[in-house]
């Protein structure tokens, strides 16, 4: 899919407005300043969704939101096993005291990164719909474990088919006690796509 520069100025504006909301409910969960690097953001092929990590085998914690109303798919909020125990560490000052050795017991050890990731989330859904008038319904949050090519295939298992490219949207959090790089994938429908580009009067 071919992209303009006008196109892709409104999308990262979308990226560059979320990256805020999320940096000020981030503030507000640790009452503390939160720092954010510069977002980058992107349209990716859905071929190459998995590039950006280590492997299409890479262990990651993703927390998956569908979406329905004037935009069907799915936003994910992706995260590396690591990232995802430095973001616990950012909101709780402390290392996360499990054996990394045991998958069961580091998965329940990530489980609040579910209704951290779904607050998250919810900022970039409201930068999307603050900026296109869009009335977007999230479902409730489901929080996965697993190798990234297994965690960017559910929206193709549930639609069977997707638009060609997704936008990913990434930047760093950071304060004097952690580091975490969020990576978020917007993954409409097509038709979904084509309203959203619409709704931005594109």
């Known amino acids: 899919m071919a992209i303009d520069a006008l196109t892709m100025d409104a999308l990262g504006e979308i990226g560059n407005i ?5 940096a000020s409910a981030l503030s507000t969960m640790l009452d503390s300043k939160v720092d954010i690097g510069l977002p980058k953001c992107a349209m990716v092929p859905f071929s190459e969704i998995t590039n950006g990590f280590s492997s299409p085998e890479e262990l990651v914690v993703g927390v998956l939101v569908q979406l329905s109303g004037d935009m069907d798919g799915f ?10 125990f430095e973001l616990l560490k950012l909101l709780t000052g402390e290392e996360a005291g499990c054996d990394r050795s045991d998958f069961n017991a580091y ?6 990164i579910e209704e951290i990731g779904n607050i998250l989330i919810g900022a970039y859904l409201s930068a999307i719909s603050g900026m296109t008038g869009m009335s977007i319904t999230p479902s409730v949050p489901a929080l996965s474990v697993d190798m990234i090519m297994a965690l960017m295939n559910v ?3 549930v639609y069977g088919s997707v638009g060609e490219s997704v936008l ?3 930047t760093d959090f950071h304060n004097e006690v952690a580091t975490v790089k969020g990576r978020y994938f917007l993954i409409p429908t097509s038709d979904s796509y084509g309203r959203l580009m619409s709704a931005l009067g594109l």
């Open 18 to 22: 979320g990256t805020g909301n999320a």
């Open 75 to 84: 936003i994910m909020m992706v995260l590396t096993v690591d990232s995802a």
């Open 107 to 112: 998965c329940e050890a990530l489980r609040p």
């Open 155 to 157: 929206p193709a298992v």
């Open 168 to 170: 990913n949207m990434e």
